[in-house]
């Protein structure tokens, strides 16, 4: 097979362009590739055309610097594709009823087949189980090609770690891990993320790749589970569990610190593990009991802050039906507009079934992402003060939490941002 990966000036085909592979796409427009991103929403690929970011961390600039280079247009239509040097594949991989859904992949794979050529190399970047590129990927791509893998085309998986809203680690200085089915589309993959990442980490095989991102978000996911029991059963401990994790980190070794929270979301936490143990029960007939324990935990804690709140109300003579509820924040972490799977939202959903007023500020995230259901406001100190209570799901810098602590008669706070007396700590 003729050697492939050529960096400067090859093409790239970057399939979903969401928070990972945008940011792919404008680092390897920097590094010399043309670049052609795929995406089957239409709003997106309309809105990047008019340089129009939608994804933290690429600004309207960088979509503007990558037009007028000429080596940047994202497009719906596979059929303008003429040829791939490399393809990177980073389309969602949700959970349907537990279970996961490769659809997206599925689609992406038949998508570009007919476009593969020899020497092209495919590497996907989606969270999932392992086995899914030699298993499920492959298949799809030699068929659609009529091509080997191995023998005409590089086929292998790389781990994603974007990290939204993160100051300090992005896609060039954080750490590639890469795999390949075979030692050339291990040494084709390394070559193509060389040019773009300032580091790479070869493992044996796509499997392990692939383990790799499980165990990394598992462990989160277990972790922040135990903090978020502690949480629970500090209060009657009469402990403080935010000043214990506090001082504990002050330990030189052999502890991490986690915090509690209002429970897990974005692309990975409420997802990885579940897939981690989908395919151990589909095929060791064995649970992973840590996750499931995990999952059992976090899941729980959107209830537990409604109860909460509802008891906090009840204290001051008023029910959570009828009351007005300001919650600050509906993204899943801080400084992102990233909604997906945040717990935010199962907290809003479940105070307006209970018949809350509920207003909502949430200064990142765009509002055709919003639920119709929800209704924005400005965080003023007449809406403050207008609140029976305030609650923080999401502890934005952008939030005056002074304000909020001064102005507000009842806070709840799940992310141990204000203080006072009338302040109430997850």
Known sequence: MRQSSRTSGSKLIVVGLGYVGLPLAM???EAGFSVIGVDTDELRVKRLGACDSYIEGVDGASL????????FRATTDYKTIDSVDVCVIT??????????????????????APHLSPGSTVILESTTYPGTTECL?????EAGSGLEAGRDFHLGYSPE????????WHLENTPKVISGIDEASLGSIERFYASIVERTVPVSSCRTAELTKLLENTFRHVNIALVNEMAMISRQLGADIWEAVEAASTKPFGFMPF?????????????????????????????????????EINDHMPDHVVRRITHGLNKRGKSVNGSRVLQ????????????????????ARSLLALGAQLVVTEPHTDSYLVPPDITRVELTEAEIRTADVVLVTTDHDAFDYALVERAGAYVFDTRNRCRGERVEIL
Do not use: M
């Open 259 to 295: 915090r509690p929270g209002p429970g897990v979301g974005g692309h990975c936490l409420p997802v990885d593990p579940s897939y981690l143990s989908w395919q151990v029960k589909r095929l060791l007939r064995q649970d992973v009991r840590f996750v499931t324990l995990a999952n």
């Open 27 to 29: 680092r390897a427009v």
């Open 161 to 168: 770690r974007i990290d939204p809203g993160n100051p300090d």
């Open 328 to 347: 600050l924040g509906l993204s899943y972490k801080k400084n992102t507009g990233d909604i997906r799977e945040s717990p935010a939202l199962v907290i």
């Open 64 to 71: 503007v610097a990558a037009a007028d280079s000429g080596r």
């Open 137 to 141: 990927l492959r298949p799809l791509l």
């Open 91 to 112: 389309v969602p991989t949700p959970l349907r009823e537990g279970a996961p859904d490769l659809g997206f992949v599925d689609c992406a794979g038949r998508s570009i």
